[in-house]
């Protein structure tokens, strides 16, 4: 675009960034990414949008966006055309979440698909990416698994974890803050899924692309020693 091309041609940091990324990204790396952009870059502007990987990559690849944030489906990352650079921004991890009186709470032994295969769940409705995960996680286990509630929404999926006492596997970047009465406990094997950020080649020299992969490598960095 060419606010990109004329920060690439002086030097600086500086017009408009349109970024677009999957939800749980938005909310666990570009929005706390923002509340240090203006005091670092203030000549700056970042707008974000909201899509779905293979969307996201679409829009860098049509120029009607500068940066995309996007995720591996299923293990797999999305195909992405050779005009899009990419590189791993940061490793996103899933953990149990359930009700401080569930018997698994106590964390006695490390959390098996077995061990959980016994128990009710909440999950992501059938065909989305986070279903998929969620059914990977039992991809060995021969048992038919409890699915009570489907439901796309993370908080919700905690309101239902908090009543009905089922169990969810929540991503560490889309988990909201859990009140007194819920706990995240890790699985022996977590499972996880990369997160990268993709641009057009042809903006590679763009100092203000730079600087949103510089806020989001000092986010993820900090992400990353919270969560070991």
């Known amino acids: 675009c060419l606010e ?3 920060s690439a041609d002086e030097g ?3 017009g408009v960034v349109r970024v677009v990324g999957f939800s749980t990204a938005i909310r666990g790396l570009l929005a706390p ?5 203006s005091a670092r870059y203030p000549d700056l502007t970042v707008q974000i949008g909201e899509e779905d990987p293979d969307e996201a990559l679409h829009s860098v690849h049509s120029g009607a966006a500068d940066l995309a944030l996007v995720h591996d489906a299923d293990g797999v990352p999305a195909v992405a055309p050779r005009s899009i650079v990419r590189r791993s921004i940061h490793t996103d991890h899933g953990d149990v979440v359930m009700n401080r009186t569930h018997p698994l709470a106590a964390g006695e032994s490390p959390l098996t698909p077995v061990g959980l ?3 009710p769940w909440v999950t992501s409705p059938a065909g989305t990416v986070c279903h998929q995960w969620f059914r990977r996680l039992f991809a060995d286990t ?3 698994i409890d699915v009570r509630h489907l439901v796309d929404d993370f908080s919700t ?5 908090e009543a009905d006492n089922v169990l969810a596997l929540i991503p560490r970047l889309a988990r909201p803050p859990l009140g007194p009465t819920l706990v995240a406990v890790p699985l022996a094997r977590a499972p996880k899924r990369e997160v990268h950020a993709a641009w057009r080649r042809s903006a590679d020299a763009s100092p203000a692309i730079h600087a949103v992969l510089d806020l989001l490598d000092s986010l993820a960095l900090r992400r990353g020693q919270d969560d070991e």
Not at 33 to 37: K, N, P
Not at 157 to 161: A, E, I, P, R
């Open 12 to 14: 600086a940091a500086r």
């Open 142 to 144: 021969s048992s038919e």
């Open 4 to 6: 990109s091309a004329r």
């Open 157 to 161: 999926q905690l309101s239902l974890v």
């Open 117 to 119: 295969a016994k128990y």
């Open 33 to 37: 990414a923002l509340a240090t952009s």
